[in-house]
Nanobody
Framework: QVQLVESGGGFVQAGGSLRLSCAAS????????MGWFRQAPGEEREFVSA????????NYADSVKGRFTVSRDNTKNTVYLQMNSLKPQDTAVYYC??????????????????WGQGTQVTVSS
């Protein structure tokens, strides 16, 4: 069992930065891929980024490549999403998720078993 709690969301102007954190409980955190997804009002939840168990492999949606950076600290059971050059279209609720054991940096929602409650990110123009 893994419990996930996101933090760090907020309101920022376009071009600004935010750093999201996701604190995990459970012994399996350091062995599984962690992902970030987001959901805007009226939209499907979409993949943003993922990092494998060791932090050596990452994956990004095309819309955030070059602006967002995912990382993790297994000693703190925490995964991070550094978001720079934010745009109004980045406005959404951001969720972290833990993948099933054995998956790499997958972008497929169904490969993730545990989800946090989400944190709101609002970017004004």
């Amino acid at each position: 069992q893994v419990q996930l709690v996101e933090s760090g969301g907020g309101f920022v102007q376009a071009g600004g930065s935010l750093r999201l954190s996701c604190a995990a409980s459970g012994r399996t955190f350091s062995t599984v891929t962690m992902g970030w997804f987001r959901q805007a009002p009226g939209e499907e939840r979409e993949f943003v980024s993922a990092v494998n168990w060791s932090g050596s492999s990452t994956n990004y949606a095309d819309s955030v490549k070059g602006r967002f950076t995912v990382s993790r600290d297994n000693t703190k059971n925490t995964v991070y999403l550094q978001m720079n050059s934010l745009k109004p279209q980045d406005t959404a609720v951001y969720y972290c998720a833990a993948a099933r054991y054995g998956y790499g940096v997958t972008a497929i929602r169904g490969h993730y078993t545990y989800w946090g409650q989400g944190t709101q990110v609002t970017v004004s123009s």
